[in-house]
DNA sequence: TTGTACGCGTTATCAA
DNA sequence: TTGATAACGCGTACAA
């Protein structure tokens, strides 16, 4: 009930190991009739060889580590996608995981990966700077791409520009006249928020106006923290005319904490999500995203990284994406 | 540059193999002060045992195949999600591979499976019964179970009770006085859409009427096409006044196409979706829809490989699971 | 209780 | 061109 071995072929081509290996391997001086004999034997005993003991002796595994905080989300999804067929096509296969954002399961896969041997890692990290995450990752002694991290030390990352994605949409709300425009998005320190914090002051700044601080809400991108902060915000007296969503899977949670409210976008509060999606196309208004592509940024950390293993001396590089704000029917000019 | 190996730690630790291979895992009989020096060695060496190697030695990869059409689908990507989470608390890693639904995909990654040496795999295959692809899961020789796939022979397998969800959802159309209600939904001969038809035949032949052929549609599953589908029915002049749309990722096409034609859900026609999501929840109006846990499938999933891994005697196991019809805003009795 | 030696399935080196 | 053999890193009988 075992699986055969080269062995095994061996014994039953009536040919010695290293025969079978080389026609396994094609090389070129082989003789046609023992490559036949040994073609019938792999074919009889439907012989498949053990790629563990080739990554042994050969020391390379093939293989490369994809962590992101959860598959579900589905940009996250389509990254992880679009690195799968880049690694494939490359022959190396992916492992895939998700740490939650959580930061002990991320240790722990990551002491996974170093395990199995990944020959490198594509993740996305809880944090950019934590320095238990920092240690983990050093640990690994394999190369690593990070997404939407920007480390201190030189490493290849892959980055999504929300700096100017959150300029450009700050300045179309602040350009209708809004004054108080709300910005809902991830835990302070890690790069996306410090980001969009940045383009957002910038556009108020390049206005001449000063932002509420009140407005800022630096929590969680966790979908019931958002979703609560988009209540408590349009609960307020003082409430925002405009609201930015800066995290790819808090729109749900906006849309829907606004419709309890029983406010209705665009006329008693304009809207702005991230990421285009379903929803935000097909909702009623459509939704105005700033947009940004996961499969591009997939494909090319998938590159950075297999061109990192084939060349460990490279200087590493960092690549900036575009985003892109997709203009919807969320937005109007505020009230007065 | 290389990462440590037990010999390392041995010497280092000026002990034998076997005791830092004893300390390691940690067998009882092992002098304290050996297992201090060892535990140091680790640490100094920064030392992580070889997954690969160990895996050669005692015949177990303790990897498990995961294979899904596409990870994009986020239906899909929660049910590889719980098996994940399933596998890893159980000290078995997946891997995961998205197949496209392509039939020589499929068995390309299932090569891969052999090759590596899954212990098992968890699979929604393109097809039931197609001879290549039930050899390709043979040729494995290790459990598979598959979701949504009923197979002739028997095997282990994980089913959604699509039949049972059918005939209430066209029940409850038919109770309203729809008498043409299109089904749109994936190619004839896979289990998903054999048992949706038996259901929606079902509640046409309990409710003492014959459904028009003509609104049946068993092309593919793939958007462009279920898209074109809805297109063409609502364009009949004898359009139905209800859609089903049997398929988790065919929603969008279905509402953006009747938004095109100028139609209005629920006034214009009925629709009743697949699997519950944010759009079908916050799209104007809210979709009915048909849904069922793919988080719980996923669980039993790997609980069913789990358990047949542990025992590959053990009889197989069918297990289906309940649909549930989400009522929403979407379905109205039709004009007259 | 500890150390030694073999074997897991490959590939690569060497001698024939 | 082919066959024999060592080595990859580990676990485990077996001997000490």
Same mark, same amino acid.
């Given at each position: 009930?075992?699986?055969?071995?080269?062995?095994?072929?061996?014994?039953?081509?009536?040919?010695?190991?290293?025969?079978?290996?080389? *026609?396994?391997?094609?090389?070129?001086? #082989?003789?046609?009739?023992? &490559?036949?004999?040994?073609?019938? +034997?792999? $074919?009889? %005993?439907?012989?498949?060889?053990?790629?563990?003991?080739?990554?042994?002796?050969?020391?390379?595994?093939?293989?490369?580590?994809?962590?992101?905080?959860?598959?579900?989300?589905?940009?996250?999804?389509?990254?992880?996608?679009?690195?799968?067929?880049?690694?494939?096509?490359?022959?190396?296969?992916?492992?895939?995981?998700?740490?939650?954002?959580?930061?002990?399961?991320?240790?722990?896969?990551?002491?996974?990966?170093?395990?199995?041997?990944?020959?490198?890692?594509?993740?996305?990290?809880?944090?950019?700077?934590?320095?238990?995450?920092?240690?983990?990752?050093?640990?690994?002694?394999?190369?690593?791409?990070?997404?939407?991290?920007? *480390?201190?030390?030189?490493?290849?990352? #892959?980055?999504?520009?929300? &700096?100017?994605?959150?300029?450009? +949409?700050? $300045?179309? %709300?602040?350009?209708?006249?809004?004054?108080?425009?709300?910005?809902?998005?991830?835990?302070?320190?890690?790069?996306?928020?410090?980001?969009?914090?940045?383009?957002?002051?910038?556009?108020?700044?390049?206005?001449?106006?000063?932002?509420?601080?009140?407005?800022?809400?630096?929590?969680?991108?966790?979908?019931?923290?958002?979703?609560?902060?988009?209540a408590e915000l349009i609960a307020r007296k003082?409430r925002?005319?405009?609201?930015?969503?800066?995290?790819?899977?808090?729109?749900?949670?906006?849309?829907?904490?606004?419709?309890?409210k029983?406010?209705?976008?665009?006329?008693?509060?304009?809207?702005?999500?991230?990421?285009?999606?379903?929803?935000?196309?097909?909702?009623?208004?459509?939704?105005?995203?700033?947009?940004?592509?996961?499969?591009?940024?997939?494909?090319?950390?998938?590159?950075?990284?297999?061109?990192?293993?084939?060349?460990?001396?490279?200087?590493?590089?960092?690549?900036?994406?575009?985003?892109?704000?997709?203009?919807?029917?969320?937005?109007?000019?505020?009230?007065?």
């Amino acid at each position: 009930m075992e699986r055969p071995t080269i062995k095994d072929v061996a014994r039953r081509a009536k040919v010695s190991l290293g025969s079978v290996s080389r *026609v396994l391997n094609n090389f070129p001086d #082989v003789n046609p009739a023992i &490559r036949k004999k040994v073609g019938k +034997a792999i $074919a009889d %005993l439907d012989y498949t060889p053990n790629a563990m003991a080739r990554s042994m002796r050969n020391g390379a595994t093939g293989m490369v580590g994809v962590l992101v905080r959860n598959i579900v989300i589905p940009s996250l999804a389509s990254f992880v996608r679009a690195i799968q067929d880049e690694l494939l096509d490359a022959g190396y296969v992916p492992l895939i995981a998700c740490s939650d954002n959580h930061k002990d399961r991320e240790i722990a896969l990551l002491g996974l990966f170093a395990q199995r041997r990944m020959e490198g890692v594509i993740m996305l990290s809880a944090s950019d700077r934590d320095p238990d995450l920092v240690g983990a990752r050093a640990d690994l002694s394999v190369p690593v791409v990070l997404f939407d991290r920007a *480390v201190p030390e030189d490493r290849d990352c #892959v980055l999504v520009d929300h &700096r100017r994605g959150l300029q450009e +949409a700050t $300045a179309y %709300l602040l350009g209708m006249g809004h004054k108080r425009i709300a910005l809902v998005t991830g835990p302070r320190g890690v790069y996306p928020t410090t980001e969009r914090l940045a383009g957002y002051r910038a556009a108020y700044a390049t206005a001449g106006l000063r932002p509420d601080p009140g407005l800022i809400v630096t929590r969680s991108f966790e979908d019931e923290v958002t979703r609560a902060t988009v209540a408590e915000l349009i609960a307020r007296k003082d409430r925002p005319t405009a609201i930015i969503m800066g995290g790819t899977t808090t729109l749900p949670g906006a849309i829907e904490a606004i419709k309890q409210k029983g406010l209705v976008i665009p006329k008693d509060i304009s809207l702005i999500g991230a990421i285009n999606s379903d929803l935000s196309a097909l909702a009623n208004p459509p939704v105005t995203v700033i947009h940004w592509d996961y499969e591009a940024i997939g494909r090319a950390a998938a590159q950075l990284l297999l061109q990192r293993i084939a060349n460990p001396q490279r200087a590493p590089q960092r690549q900036t994406f575009p985003t892109q704000v997709i203009f919807r029917e969320s937005c109007i000019p505020p009230h007065r």
